[in-house]
């Protein structure tokens, strides 16, 4: 079975464009979520999509916002970059069913710099 | 604020002896706990998880849960260089999205 992929895996853009990422998640599953890890800040929820709805939202501003089709995959969008969003985009595919031992498998991350 | 809460370390050990790297959280509602492994500049890899209080083996690597002392622990039995990495811990409750650790840099001396 083919992990989860992401694209581009490296990115460099300047302060006040827009950048969208890709998420391909595992054949099967149907629930994305996505992550921003910084040195500083660790591993941080964005959001959480599930059959093509929004089910979980991290702490983040509207700039970052994101979406599923109907075969899954996702993207997320961050508009008006700022220095700060330089890190690496991770996405985490599972199967979306609830219950206790819905496990994540990440992708291999979109690295996100900002000049 | 739900937490996930580790221990920066570095934790070092010499190879061939146990790794013990902890983890406290904050959310009694918790039912679910990850161990990922994360090597510098690659993604979380998934180890173990573990839903009922008591140890769960696999290969080198336990995972024990006390639900009522709100603890996980991950053992690494025989550490080998290549075990030196940084340990995320998460824990999931039903809909909510996983609440990660900031993670615990083990290095292990050859």
């Known amino acids: 079975k083919a992990g989860v992929t992401q694209t581009p895996r490296y990115l460099i853009k300047t302060r006040g464009q827009q950048v969208t990422l890709s998420c391909s998640p595992i054949?099967?599953?149907?629930?994305v979520s996505w992550y921003q890890q910084t040195p500083g800040q660790g591993l941080q929820f964005l959001f959480e999509?599930?059959?093509?709805?929004?089910?979980n939202k991290g702490n983040f501003p509207g700039r970052f916002s994101g979406r599923q089709f109907s075969n899954s995959r996702s993207e997320m969008n961050v508009s008006t970059l700022e220095l700060g969003d330089s890190a690496l985009y991770l996405c985490?595919?599972?199967?979306?069913?609830?219950?206790?031992?819905?496990?994540?498998?990440f992708g291999p991350g979109t690295r996100l710099t900002v000049l | 604020q739900k937490e996930v809460e580790q221990n920066s370390g570095p934790l070092s050990v010499p190879e061939g002896a146990i790794a013990s790297l902890n983890c406290t959280y904050s959310?009694?509602?918790?039912?679910?706990f990850f161990w990922y492994r994360q090597y510098s500049g690659k993604s979380p890899e998934l180890i173990m998880f573990?839903?009922?209080?008591g140890d769960k083996e696999d290969g080198r690597f336990t995972a024990q849960l006390n639900k009522a002392s709100q603890y996980v622990s991950l053992l690494i039995r025989d550490s080998q260089p290549s075990d030196s990495a940084t340990y995320l811990c998460?824990?999931?409750?039903?809909?909510?999205?996983?609440?990660f650790g900031s993670g615990t840099r083990l290095q292990v001396q050859p």
């Open positions: 959310d009694r509602g918790s039912q679910s």
């Open positions: 985490a595919s599972s199967s979306g069913r609830v219950g206790s031992t819905d496990t994540q498998y």
């Open positions: 054949s099967g599953h149907r629930s």
């Open positions: 998460a824990a999931g409750a039903g809909r909510r999205a996983l609440t």
């Open positions: 999509y599930f059959s093509e709805t929004q089910r």
């Open positions: 573990i839903y009922s209080n």
